[in-house]
């Protein structure tokens, strides 16, 4: 299947620390392809994102965000709730993903200005990852359906959706 990305298409993805992003060895990858910039951004710091913003400024602008970062604590049940928990959840996995797309906004819209003057239909992506506990009936779920039980989570991820 070919992508509707085109070629040299400018794609920043949060999160890349462990998971999915550990999981495409972006270190190695980076050693490789000298397009591919490593850049650490901390969602939860307005500072951080700013910094992101200016080292992956470019005349290009940016093509695709995926907001793949987030936090996933122990204390976030129904049983025994943390506010303390379920505040960090907020803050990181929906006021982060906010913060972030707003910062990127004006990159994103680089790639826009320039594509509706040549008519050539580009695309530009926000993708929010949420994952199988980001589903509003999985949030709910008892420990023997799911051992993941985390409402915390699972509420930060189903705000990402909306």
Do not use: W
């Not at 509003?136 to 039980?149: A, D, H, M, N, R």
Request: aromatic fraction near 4%; glycine fraction near 10%.
């Amino acid at each position: 299947m070919q992508s509707s990305l085109p070629l040299g298409a400018n794609v920043f993805l949060t999160g890349a620390n462990r998971g999915i992003g550990l999981g495409l060895e972006l270190k190695e990858l980076a050693k490789c392809n000298k397009a591919l910039k490593l850049v650490k951004i901390d969602v939860s710091s307005d500072e951080s994102i700013q910094n992101a913003v200016k080292v992956l400024g470019s005349d290009d602008g940016l093509n695709t965000l995926i907001n793949n970062a987030g936090i996933l604590e122990k204390g976030g049940t129904l049983k025994a709730p943390d506010r303390a928990v379920y505040l960090r959840h907020f803050n990181v996995n929906v006021v982060g993903t906010v913060a972030t797309t707003a910062a990127f906004l004006p990159l994103l819209r680089k790639t826009v200005a320039p594509a509706a003057a040549a008519n050539s239909g580009a695309v530009v992506r926000v993708v929010n990852i949420g994952g199988p506990l980001g589903c509003i009936g999985k949030v709910f779920l008892t420990p023997s359906e799911c051992p993941y039980q985390n409402v915390a989570y699972g509420m930060s991820k189903v705000m990402c959706k909306i």
